[in-house]
């Protein structure tokens, strides 16, 4: 008697008929009937995943090994359909051929049994194109499901943290919602978004998964428009993780928000405020002295930090060994020589100081405009392949043009008004950077304001601030965005 292997998979619990009992008692009884020994051990069983890669079938990569094996453990492999062993034909003709060339095990549907002629190969291949085919269809109806139900306001994805499901849509929880409104509130008060984590998790409050509070968990919350009352969902699938991308659906949800329009857009205008003065990488938490952040080292142009006794600077990248010169400085000493270097500047009108100018903001709008034009071309370039290979209607091509020529004409349009309405001189331009400076310097030189006021005042007048150790001198960059 021959030795059989049974390969068993079920995508979803509700398909009875395709059970793991139901499928494996059929595979039996064929091999009773054709006089296989089928081993407990060499019955394979993925339950609940998709058979459309091998990837991610543990069970099914496991049986291809033990078919590897010498001697060969098992004569052939048994299924109750092909579609059981692979929807995807590139995976089922690669293990197929590799099973009977390499290891002489054939594959066997008990109930699609094929005849022994040549013509058994093309009804084979026949049947997985149709399994493919149904998978791909089955995958398309679906998605074209979810995007109607989304249209309607209903829910297709899970709650976020600060609600619960509750009669088929989001409902406030009451031990969360009250949370998201703290959040907020917190934000708007002046904390940054690391200290509103340190916080929430040194109460013990954990995410909706139940981990510790991170910078970025409280940037979703605070970027979340699901709060608003609505349903967000992106158009393009491989950004379906990214909250800030700009193909996304927006519509009215059912369900009740917790944050007021009016409360989310202040959030919104404080990010960009804080994103435009700290970088984007920097955090913003209150400080212990005026110059954290700003200055930079000469030689390898890493930020200078605080050192363990806290009132000297040392250049970062010398304490991780990558710079070898030392920018070891006093706080106190570096303060005023800053504070001196700000007052030179101010004062002396017949030296230009240095400035980022702003032409190089404005490419850097123009590159941002041009980016986002080319997509929308590229977007207008792929509906009219679509039309031309009949997958779209006239009419579909007509108002999916239309659509996108709209944004295109917003496009020009913002970029168009960002513009400013007078471009300063040169001379303008030194004359303004004075100004603030001249303003600027009460602040940073009082004793009786904070020192988390003085650096945001810094950094709103500087771009950059370098010591140059050997000369023990400071070289600054101000800011020209008027």
Same mark, same amino acid.
């Given at each position: 008697?021959?030795?059989? %292997?049974?390969?068993?998979?079920?995508?979803?619990?509700?398909? +009875?008929?395709?059970?793991?009992?139901?499928?494996?008692?059929?595979?039996?009884?064929?091999?009773? @009937?054709? @006089?296989?020994?089928?081993?407990?051990?060499?019955?394979? +069983?993925?339950?609940?995943?998709?058979?459309?890669?091998? %990837?991610?079938?543990?069970?099914?990569?496991?049986?291809?090994?033990?078919?590897?094996?010498?001697?060969?453990?098992?004569?052939?492999?048994?299924?109750?359909?092909?579609?059981?062993?692979?929807?995807?034909?590139?995976?089922?003709?690669?293990?197929?051929?590799?099973?009977?060339?390499?290891?002489?095990? @054939?594959?066997?549907? +008990?109930?699609?049994?094929?005849?022994?002629?040549?013509?058994?190969?093309?009804?084979?291949?026949?049947?997985? %194109?149709?399994?493919?085919?149904?998978?791909?269809?089955?995958?398309?109806?679906?998605?074209?499901?979810?995007?109607?139900?989304?249209?309607?306001?209903?829910?297709?994805?899970?709650?976020?943290?600060?609600?619960?499901?509750?009669?088929?849509?989001?409902?406030? #929880?009451?031990?969360?919602?009250?949370?998201?409104?703290?959040?907020?509130?917190?934000?708007?008060?002046?904390?940054?978004?690391?200290?509103?984590?340190?916080?929430?998790?040194?109460?013990?409050?954990? $995410?909706?998964?139940?981990?510790?509070?991170?910078?970025? $968990?409280?940037?979703?919350?605070?970027?979340?428009?699901?709060?608003?009352?609505?349903?967000?969902?992106?158009?393009?699938?491989?950004?379906?993780?990214?909250?800030?991308?700009?193909?996304?659906?927006?519509?009215?949800?059912?369900?009740?928000?917790?944050?007021?329009?009016?409360?989310?857009? %202040?959030?919104?205008?404080?990010?960009?405020?804080?994103?435009?003065?700290?970088?984007?990488?920097?955090?913003?938490?209150?400080?212990?002295?005026?110059?954290?952040?700003?200055?930079?080292?000469?030689?390898?142009?890493?930020?200078?930090?605080?050192?363990?006794?806290?009132?000297?600077?040392?250049?970062?990248?010398?304490?991780?060994?990558?710079?070898?010169?030392?920018?070891?400085?006093?706080?106190?000493?570096?303060?005023?020589?800053?504070?001196?270097?700000?007052?030179?500047?101010?004062?002396?009108?017949?030296?230009? +100081?240095?400035?980022?100018?702003?032409?190089?903001?404005?490419?850097?709008?123009? #590159? @941002?405009?041009?980016?986002?034009?080319?997509?929308?071309?590229?977007?207008?370039?792929?509906?009219?392949?679509?039309?031309?290979?009949?997958?779209?209607?006239?009419?579909?091509?007509?108002?999916?043009?239309?659509?996108?020529?709209?944004?295109?004409?917003?496009?020009?349009?913002?970029?168009?008004?960002?513009?400013?309405?007078?471009?300063?001189?040169?001379?303008?331009?030194?004359?303004?950077?004075?100004?603030?400076?001249?303003?600027?310097?009460? $602040?940073?030189?009082?004793?009786?304001?904070?020192?988390?006021?003085?650096?945001?005042?810094?950094?709103?007048?500087?771009?950059?601030?370098?010591?140059?150790?050997?000369?023990?001198?400071?070289?600054?960059?101000?800011?020209? #965005?008027?």
């Amino acid at each position: 008697m021959k030795t059989a %292997a049974a390969y068993i998979r079920v995508s979803t619990d509700d398909q +009875v008929e395709f059970s793991p009992d139901s499928q494996l008692k059929a595979i039996r009884k064929y091999a009773k @009937d054709h @006089d296989f020994v089928l081993p407990k051990e060499f019955i394979f +069983v993925d339950e609940g995943i998709s058979g459309r890669t091998a %990837a991610k079938r543990p069970e099914f990569n496991r049986m291809i090994g033990t078919a590897k094996s010498t001697p060969k453990p098992f004569d052939t492999i048994l299924l109750w359909k092909f579609s059981r062993f692979a929807r995807n034909r590139q995976d089922s003709i690669v293990y197929k051929s590799m099973l009977r060339k390499q290891c002489g095990i @054939d594959v066997v549907s +008990v109930s699609e049994q094929l005849g022994e002629d040549n013509t058994s190969i093309l009804i084979e291949a026949l049947i997985e %194109a149709m399994d493919e085919y149904y998978s791909l269809n089955l995958a398309e109806e679906v998605k074209r499901g979810m995007n109607e139900k989304f249209s309607r306001g209903g829910v297709v994805s899970q709650p976020p943290f600060g609600y619960k499901m509750k009669d088929g849509i989001f409902a406030p #929880d009451e031990n969360a919602a009250p949370i998201v409104r703290m959040i907020y509130a917190d934000y708007l008060a002046g904390k940054g978004a690391r200290q509103i984590a340190k916080e929430l998790n040194h109460k013990g409050i954990t $995410t909706s998964k139940g981990g510790k509070w991170e910078n970025r $968990t409280v940037e979703y919350v605070l970027t979340n428009q699901t709060y608003l009352g609505k349903m967000r969902r992106s158009t393009d699938p491989r950004n379906k993780y990214d909250r800030f991308h700009e193909d996304v659906n927006l519509v009215d949800g059912a369900h009740e928000p917790l944050i007021s329009e009016e409360t989310f857009a %202040a959030v919104q205008e404080r990010r960009a405020e804080i994103k435009k003065t700290y970088g984007k990488y920097a955090r913003h938490a209150p400080v212990n002295f005026m110059l954290k952040g700003v200055v930079r080292c000469d030689n390898c142009g890493a930020t200078l930090v605080a050192t363990a006794n806290r009132d000297r600077l040392q250049c970062h990248n010398y304490n991780r060994g990558t710079c070898n010169v030392s920018h070891s400085v006093s706080i106190e000493a570096l303060t005023r020589l800053v504070l001196d270097k700000l007052r030179a500047d101010m004062e002396c009108a017949d030296t230009e +100081v240095e400035i980022v100018t702003t032409a190089a903001a404005e490419n850097v709008h123009e #590159d @941002d405009t041009e980016f986002l034009l080319s997509r929308e071309y590229k977007k207008l370039e792929r509906i009219r392949e679509a039309y031309e290979a009949g997958i779209d209607t006239l009419d579909e091509y007509r108002v999916n043009k239309q659509k996108i020529q709209r944004r295109i004409d917003e496009i020009r349009a913002e970029a168009e008004a960002a513009k400013p309405a007078h471009v300063l001189t040169s001379e303008e331009r030194q004359q303004a950077v004075r100004a603030r400076i001249r303003l600027g310097l009460d $602040t940073l030189a009082s004793p009786d304001v904070s020192e988390t006021t003085k650096n945001e005042v810094l950094r709103s007048l500087v771009e950059r601030i370098v010591f140059v150790k050997p000369k023990k001198v400071i070289e600054i960059v101000y800011k020209g #965005d008027f």
